[in-house]
């Protein structure tokens, strides 16, 4: 079954706002990492957060992480078109297994 | 850098008909992984390797076998094709496991009729 939860499954803004998607999970996680799809392509890893750590930047990207809530969120700053994909939480459980939910698609509007 | 590679890219196959996916990284990489993403689903973990040598099954493994050929190298293999495993199917790696980024290929689609 399925371990990361995310909201919302869609999400359409305009070029220039800030989007920002959420990640649920059940269990007690090692770390959580947020992934990018491309329509037809593989998955491109964006953020790795541990579970001791609460906030992460990468360029326009924030994640938080809320371990007493087992939740996450992922803010794009200043969206571009280029920012239109799907995205993808994963939650590391053990030492190998990476489990990933079902994704939020988001469309930025020119 | 190629990265992690996949052949084939398409693929369609009749009921009981079976085909290996094949899987190379160039990342010296200890783990690695197959996955299934179908619509609505997000993707889902059909076995794993730890190292060279093991494998280890995932969330959805039956009707699957794999091997690891070598630290390089992953095959998936159907046996015997059923509709249900029409999907397009992933093949990842990472250094560390579930503790480090993953790299993914860009995937195989594949039919089944």
């Known amino acids: 079954s399925q371990q990361g939860e995310e909201d919302p499954q869609a999400l359409s803004i305009q070029e220039g706002e800030n989007a920002t998607m959420n990640c649920s999970y059940k269990?007690?996680?090692?770390?959580l990492q947020w992934y990018r799809q491309n329509s037809g392509r593989g998955l491109v890893h964006l953020i790795l957060?541990?579970?001791?750590?609460r906030e992460k930047h990468s360029g326009r990207l924030r994640v938080t992480l809320d371990t007493s809530k087992k939740s996450s969120s992922l803010l794009i700053t200043a969206s571009r078109a280029a920012d239109t994909a799907s995205y993808f939480c994963?939650?590391?459980?053990?030492?190998?297994?990476?489990?990933f939910g079902q994704g939020t698609r988001l469309t930025i509007n020119p | 850098n190629a990265g992690v590679t996949q052949t084939p890219k398409f693929q369609v196959l009749k009921t009981g008909q079976s085909m290996t996916l094949q899987c190379a990284q160039d990342?010296?990489?200890?783990?690695m992984y197959w996955y299934r993403q179908d619509p609505g689903m997000g993707l889902r973990l059909i076995y794993y390797?730890?190292?060279?040598?093991?494998?280890d099954k995932g969330e959805v493994p039956n009707g699957y076998n794999v091997s690891r050929l070598n630290k390089r190298e992953f095959s998936l293999r159907l046996e015997s094709a059923a509709p249900s495993q029409t999907s397009v199917y992933f093949c990842?790696?990472?250094?560390?496991?579930?503790?480090?980024?993953?790299?993914f290929g860009n995937g195989t689609r594949l039919t089944v009729t």
């Open positions: 990842a790696s990472s250094p560390q496991g579930g503790n480090s980024p993953l790299h």
């Open positions: 957060i541990r579970s001791n750590e």
């Open positions: 269990t007690s996680i090692n770390n």
């Open positions: 990342m010296n990489h200890n783990s």
């Open positions: 390797s730890a190292s060279e040598g093991t494998t």
């Open positions: 994963a939650t590391g459980e053990g030492a190998q297994k990476l489990v």
